[in-house]
DNA sequence: TGGTCATTCAATCAATAGCTTGACTGATTG
DNA sequence: CAATCAGTCAAGCTATTGATTGAATGACCA
């Protein structure tokens, strides 16, 4: 391998092996929602604490991901290339050409319609003209680290509890992680069986920073206060 | 895996898996094309036939080609979705985050400039206004089977011999394969080291084709007769 | 219908990747 | 300074992947 395009190509072909591992899409769309911990990271994905660590590592020296250490916690925060685009890349291939892909939306969540979401474009205008309820069906941790500004957080784990604070007469649009989160998709199907109307936000909040538009947060905190931040990060 | 996120999740890690491995891509660059045999795509990467086969059977399965037999051989080309979408967003990924892939460039084809190359739409203006000369140097089978409108078509290896068909006078902008098609990266070095003001086109033809721009054929052939082409394209 | 050509399939082997376990390191806390 | 906590490292095991070889298929041609 000493010819230079071959060697270009294993470059992006080390790359993409990187994201070749479902475990690592998923510890990678944590990553996107703010900096988190490796047990954190380890819990959200079901990963054994020093299996996550591996693929964190994995990730980070693809540049997928940084990481700093704040005390004895080492954080991992999304990289700063154009890794929310790459992976929007990958998801419209995927729900291209693969009917896996369509199918198991349509399996876990019935309509097909879940899958023609509001955009963002459509969004912001809707909102600017005062119509429509932004909903975060987020934990409230990942809420507090970054989210859409005015938009109201009620976790999908306490969406039942607090249904009167949504409005049957104006359109929801609900978002979460990613374009597959599945709380977003939930949200989506027990709310419309209750007669909201309702839909899904095509992006998540990691496609929405990366786009440059304004995130909100809840405290001001350019470094997060350690042990105080560290036990709210407890919900879903 | 019951979960339908891990799902999704495993499905996208499978295609990037299939993105995984150097020849693949390089088959998956030459696919890109036009159509090919199995047997001249194995020649192409210097792969083996079985192997090769092997590989664009893995690339079929993903959808990054399609297949159709004509008499005896099967011609792969790209398949139909997003698929250079998704090699560009890879690539700009790799250039943002490995200085190896910087590195390689520059250690190969000196100047870092090679990197600030002439963009479609740059191009289009410069055409446009009369001034400039467009230059394919890839092998002349594959600049028959589609190219940019009004190249010229000088095949790397015909270059020396073929100085006299290119002005000094004006600027040359050169492209081959895709953003790393090492034809375009030499044959850039050598013009200039000769004096000539010559870029080289960001893309390649896939991407240009991609985009959905006109594209010039040599002979239209909406079904190239077989035994024809077949003989013809044994350059390079 | 037998021979040939292009490709695929099947078997095999070495190399690699993912996961687990338990030991190790580095920072904090009592 | 020992104990604890968060994360990493190292070793080992299994499963998967990529490549090679030779046999099998499918289409054409004489």
Chains 1, 2 share one sequence.
Not at 3 to 19: D, G, T, Y
Not at 130 to 150: M, N, Q
Request: aromatic letters at 6%; hydrophobic letters at 40%.
């Amino acid at each position: 391998m000493t010819n230079p395009k071959s060697e270009i190509f294993e470059q992006f072909a080390e790359l993409a092996r990187v994201l070749g591992q479902g475990n690592r899409l998923e510890l990678l769309e944590h990553a996107a929602q703010g900096e988190r911990s490796v047990e954190r990271l380890a819990q959200l994905t079901g990963l054994s604490l020093a299996n996550a660590s591996q693929h964190l590592q994995v990730l980070r020296r693809a540049g997928f991901v940084r990481s700093r250490r704040d005390g004895k916690r080492m954080l991992y925060r999304l990289g700063d290339g154009p890794v929310i685009e790459l992976l929007g890349a990958l998801r419209r291939y995927a729900e291209h050409s693969r009917a896996e892909v369509r199918g198991i939306v349509s399996r876990y969540f019935g309509r097909l319609d879940s899958l023609e979401p509001v955009s963002r474009e459509v969004l912001l205008q809707r909102l600017g003209d005062g119509g429509g309820v932004l909903l975060d069906v987020r934990p409230e941790d990942e809420f507090a680290l970054g989210h859409l500004p005015g938009a109201l957080n009620i976790p999908f784990a306490d969406l039942e509890r607090r249904l009167a604070e949504l409005p049957k007469d104006t359109q929801i649009v609900a978002y979460c992680r990613g374009p597959y989160c599945v709380l977003s998709f939930e949200a989506v199907a027990a709310l419309r069986a209750k007669g909201y109307d309702i839909k899904r936000l095509e992006d998540g909040f990691p496609e929405w920073k990366a786009a440059g538009l304004p995130v909100g947060t809840v405290i001001a905190t350019p470094r997060p206060a350690r042990s105080l931040s560290a036990s709210a990060a407890s919900s879903r």
